[in-house]
């Protein structure tokens, strides 16, 4: 807004209330101000009350980090976060014993390849891994793409060992077995946002080890007794 | 001497009260907006070893703010999609529009906070920044992540999209009408 008067006046408008007729006269003809149109003068006055209405906002809570002074980090919906964890936990505990099952069928050698190189074939095809075992489960849709310490290869072809448990997410029963790489993890708290790469893009080991390197999943791999 | 910024503690009733802030700008209601603020505040403590000396603790933690807040919708929008799928949705949708009274009368701040809510991520969340929070283009710039001419870039189609929403809910754009839209005000 090119003029203090011009703004106030227009804010009091956005916000339903009466400008003066002197204001309105000023408005009209003020010539800082004709440059904006009446559809600009509405955007901003509107943007400017926003803003105000905004700056008047005070938290409910003050943020207490861990460490200070005896004060704890206060997060709300615990419930949720560690019911979560115990159904990763419990879906590990599941996969173990799948994976004990399967491997003691197979004679396939010593390293329990859990990911699997190969062309993307679904239609959402930059997101997908294909050929990992898939298990659903009531208690959620969570998926290991490597275990720690274990050779695994990755969908790239390439074989690799994890430096810790790597969770996949399911989006859906449905999607099953095809894979959405960050969207559970997220959810689980499993993982940092910043720490995913795009995986709208095609991802390489880079990549995949980046996520090994970042992501600490030990406790819950330690729960479903395979840390 | 400039003060690094990890050598002063942050003030973290004034932090709380400017994420807390851009957490409701970014989702509109207060009760996420609470849980957002306290997970971009508890995830920006967790991560703060590697804040660079020269980010400051607002854009720090804003960074997270935005962060959290995009998967909080994100999370919204699956919801929304499980609980009634993707066609229930849009009929939904097509209903209440259809029901909702004429936009042109309602308050000029609620119908352009509302076509804000409806542009897409980045330019929401850069017009969110500049306008309602009082960012500067740097600020915003260094809270997205991203260089000041992909702001200013998401900003002019911001208000591009802006100014086509208006005039779809007939506020004109002539000069002459300044006063007319002041008319409606009831006064003088």
Redesign the interface.
């Given at each position: 807004m090119n003029c203090q008067a011009c703004q106030q006046a227009l804010i009091a408008a956005a916000a339903g209330d009466p400008p003066s007729p002197t204001a309105k006269a000023h408005v009209v003809q003020c010539a800082a101000c004709l440059a904006f149109s009446q559809r600009q003068r509405a955007i901003l006055a509107a943007f400017e009350s926003i803003r105000v209405e905004h700056e008047a906002l005070r938290a409910p809570f003050v943020f207490a980090p861990p460490g200070n002074k005896g004060t704890k980090a206060r997060r709300l919906s615990l419930l949720p976060r560690v019911a979560s964890f115990l159904a990763a936990a419990a879906v590990l505990a599941l996969l173990v014993v799948r994976y004990e099952a399967v491997e003691s069928r197979s004679s396939s050698g010593p390293s329990r390849v859990v990911a699997s190189g190969g062309d993307p074939v679904a239609e959402d095809s930059d997101r997908v891994i294909p050929g990992v075992p898939s298990l659903a489960s009531p208690l959620g849709y969570i998926e290991a793409l490597a275990w720690a310490g274990e050779e695994a290869t990755s969908f790239t072809g390439d074989v690799f060992t994890a430096d810790h448990v790597v969770l996949v997410g399911v989006a859906s029963p449905s999607l099953s077995p095809t894979l959405h790489l960050d969207e559970r993890l997220l959810e689980e708290d499993l993982i940092w946002d910043d720490d995913v790469p795009d995986v709208s893009e095609d991802m390489s080991d880079d990549d995949l080890e980046f996520i090994l390197d970042d992501v600490d999943l030990g406790d819950v791999g330690a729960a479903a007794g395979r840390g | 001497m400039t003060p690094r910024h990890e050598d002063a503690a942050p003030d973290?009733?004034e932090?709380?009260?400017r994420?807390?802030?851009l957490c409701?700008?970014m989702l509109r209601d207060e009760t996420p907006a609470?849980?957002a603020?306290?997970?971009a505040?508890?995830?920006g403590?967790a991560?703060r070893a590697s804040r660079r000396e020269d980010v400051s603790w607002w854009t720090w933690f804003g960074g997270f703010a935005v962060?959290?807040c995009?998967?909080f919708r994100?999370?919204r929008a699956?919801e929304a999609e499980r609980s009634a799928g993707t066609e229930a949705l849009e009929a939904v949708e097509a209903e209440r529009d259809a029901t909702e009274p004429a936009p042109a009368s309602l308050?000029?701040?609620r119908?352009?906070?509302d076509a804000v809510m409806h542009l897409p991520d980045r330019q929401r969340e850069v017009t969110v920044l500049r306008?309602?929070?009082?960012a500067s283009t740097a600020e915003a710039a260094e809270l997205l992540g991203c260089p000041e001419g992909t702001i200013k870039s998401n900003l002019h189609k911001a208000?591009a999209s802006?100014?086509a929403a208006?005039?779809k809910v007939g506020?004109?754009?002539?000069?002459s009408?300044?006063?007319a839209?002041?008319d409606r005000?009831?006064?003088?």
């Open positions: - | 973290f009733r932090l709380s009260d994420v807390y802030r409701v700008a609470r849980d603020a306290q997970e505040l508890v995830r403590w991560r962060r959290v995009r998967e994100r999370g699956r308050p000029m701040t119908i352009v906070r306008y309602f929070i009082g208000l802006l100014h208006l005039a506020i004109e754009d002539e000069l009408g300044v006063s839209g002041f005000g009831g006064s003088g």
